[in-house]
């Protein structure tokens, strides 16, 4: 595993994507902004005005089996590809009973129940993702997932929110917000 990469998700009024929509799903929402910069490992000291700013890090895959990462990192491809002008973060909280279940029990849920990872390897490689873990930081939220995809693959992308929205995982989720984004 790589070392773990800080990144900072700030919003303003520079950066090189554009906010389309900002949608509180569940819970309370964050402040409208007009752009977003991601900064990642020692560029992502927070200097100069933003609306707002969520920190997370990469880690270790928490819910994975060896046989699943393995496939995982098979069908996707890296984070700035060219033709991903088009992207989503999605910062999500859980509530307090998930954390209090045991990590076979959380695995249970996210795989054997929602089927998590079968229904995420659909979409690779038009998909590509990468997690943030900030419980540990003390930021509002637990995890922010970053989507990128091609501007065909958006009808994808929705499909695949939809589809781990229905699932009994989201049961423990207290606070998502969906921002879209557009790259200029």
């Known amino acids: 595993m790589a070392r773990p990469l800080l990144v900072s998700f700030i919003s303003g009024s520079i950066g090189p994507w554009r906010i389309e929509r900002l949608d509180a799903v569940r819970g309370e929402s964050l402040q409208p902004a007009e752009r977003l910069e991601v900064l990642e490992g020692s560029e992502s000291d927070l200097t100069g005005s933003f609306v707002w700013s969520l920190r997370g890090f990469t880690s ?6 060896s046989s699943e990462t393995e496939a995982l990192n098979a069908k996707q491809r890296g984070l700035n590809c ?9 910062p999500i909280r859980k509530i307090a009973a998930w954390w209090d279940l045991s990590q076979n029990e959380r695995r ?5 129940q929602s089927k998590h990872i079968r229904i995420g390897l659909e979409y690779p490689p ?4 990468r997690l943030h873990h900030c ?42 917000v969906d921002i879209r984004l557009i790259r200029e």
């Open 60 to 65: 270790n895959s928490r819910y994975t089996t």
């Open 82 to 90: 060219r033709r991903a002008t088009r992207a989503a973060l999605i």
């Open 108 to 112: 249970d849920i996210f795989e054997e």
């Open 126 to 129: 038009a998909i590509t993702r």
């Open 135 to 176: 419980r540990d930081l003390g930021e509002p939220f637990d995890f922010l997932t970053w989507f990128e995809y091609a501007p065909e693959h958006a009808d994808a992308f929705d499909e695949l929110v939809h589809r781990l929205r229905e699932t009994r995982e989201w049961q423990y989720v207290d606070r998502e």
